[in-house]
């Protein structure tokens, strides 16, 4: 028994000393803002126009925290999902330049933060040449909306400055059609689960058809994430779908600093 409970008290302190390490690595991420920001476009299927950009956020570079999955995930065990995911905004907006619309990728868990509106405007108050209606929010689900009853009042709020809100990963996870219907979001993002070979796949093509529907009645844009082929855009095209995203169109790229003047 002696034993067993000095081991018990070893192995607690190795995990403490790990979880500590963690909360100084992160920390120092965002003190620091040592991130990179990359950009995808979303492009329209007919005339292969750039309509907008999604943002997309890569740690420091050959660190365990490069990958964004560990980066955000080691964010949300250290309570510091908040101040990365405010950086994330703020670097997106210094870098944003010219009239397209940029997605940046916000969790429920932060857009209904009690502080979040104000942080926001305070942010803004450094870009007054950004049109906010070039902003888009994009929700990005790891758990139910439903359960942040801030988020409605946010998202309103957030309306009443012109920025919209897009619903990420539709068919996949979380992202239901309660999600739909709680959100009302102005742009609904299809999940690369749903479009991956549905060139060969009816049911994938009818679920597709019926969220095209949905949007429709929801008076939402439709956009197709994940598109690697030409019959998967083909699928597209002869749907309606006019909004597409994907490798078979550009692969994300580092976005570069603007230089002054």
């Given at each position: 028994?002696?034993?067993?409970q000095?081991?018990?008290?070893i192995?607690?302190?190795g995990?403490?000393?790990?979880y500590?390490?963690?909360?100084?690595e992160?920390?120092?991420?965002i003190?620091?803002?040592?991130?990179?920001?990359?950009?995808?476009p979303?492009?329209?299927?007919?005339?292969?126009?750039?309509?907008?950009?999604e943002?997309?956020?890569?740690?420091?570079?050959?660190?365990?925290?490069?990958?964004?999955?560990?980066?955000f995930?080691m964010?949300?065990?250290?309570?510091?999902?908040?101040?990365?995911?405010?950086?994330?905004?703020?670097?997106?907006?210094?870098?944003?330049?010219?009239?397209?619309?940029i997605?940046i990728?916000?969790?429920?868990?932060?857009?209904?933060?009690k502080?979040?509106?104000?942080d926001?405007?305070?942010?803004?108050?450094n870009?007054?040449?950004?049109?906010?209606?070039?902003?888009?929010?994009?929700?990005?689900?790891?758990?139910?909306?439903?359960?942040?009853?801030h988020?409605?009042?946010?998202?309103?709020?957030?309306?009443?400055?012109?920025?919209r809100?897009?619903?990420?990963?539709?068919?996949?996870g979380?992202?239901?059609?309660?999600?739909?219907?709680?959100?009302?979001?102005?742009?609904?993002k299809?999940?690369?689960?749903?479009?991956?070979?549905?060139?060969?796949?009816?049911?994938?093509e009818?679920?597709?058809?019926?969220?095209?529907?949905?949007?429709?009645?929801?008076?939402?844009?439709?956009v197709?994430?994940?598109?690697?082929?030409?019959?998967?855009a083909?699928?597209?095209?002869?749907?309606g779908?006019?909004?597409?995203?994907?490798?078979?169109?550009?692969?994300?790229?580092?976005?570069?600093?603007?230089?002054?003047g």
């Amino acid at each position: 028994m002696n034993a067993y409970q000095k081991a018990l008290v070893i192995a607690k302190k190795g995990v403490g000393a790990k979880y500590n390490q963690m909360v100084h690595e992160i920390r120092g991420i965002i003190q620091k803002e040592n991130i990179s920001l990359y950009s995808q476009p979303i492009v329209n299927v007919h005339q292969l126009d750039v309509m907008a950009w999604e943002v997309l956020t890569r740690g420091p570079e050959h660190t365990v925290y490069e990958h964004p999955l560990h980066l955000f995930s080691m964010a949300r065990q250290t309570n510091m999902l908040y101040p990365l995911e405010l950086l994330v905004i703020k670097k997106a907006l210094q870098k944003m330049r010219g009239q397209d619309a940029i997605f940046i990728n916000v969790t429920p868990q932060t857009i209904a933060h009690k502080h979040f509106i104000n942080d926001l405007d305070e942010i803004l108050q450094n870009h007054v040449y950004i049109n906010p209606a070039q902003i888009v929010f994009e929700i990005t689900e790891s758990e139910s909306v439903e359960r942040y009853s801030h988020l409605s009042k946010t998202i309103e709020d957030l309306r009443k400055r012109k920025i919209r809100i897009a619903l990420d990963d539709t068919g996949a996870g979380y992202a239901s059609l309660n999600s739909i219907s709680f959100l009302r979001p102005d742009i609904i993002k299809v999940d690369r689960s749903l479009i991956e070979n549905i060139n060969g796949n009816k049911l994938k093509e009818s679920m597709l058809q019926g969220l095209i529907h949905i949007a429709r009645e929801a008076n939402a844009q439709i956009v197709a994430e994940g598109i690697e082929t030409v019959e998967e855009a083909l699928v597209m095209k002869r749907n309606g779908v006019h909004l597409v995203q994907g490798f078979f169109y550009a692969r994300p790229r580092l976005i570069p600093t603007p230089t002054a003047g």
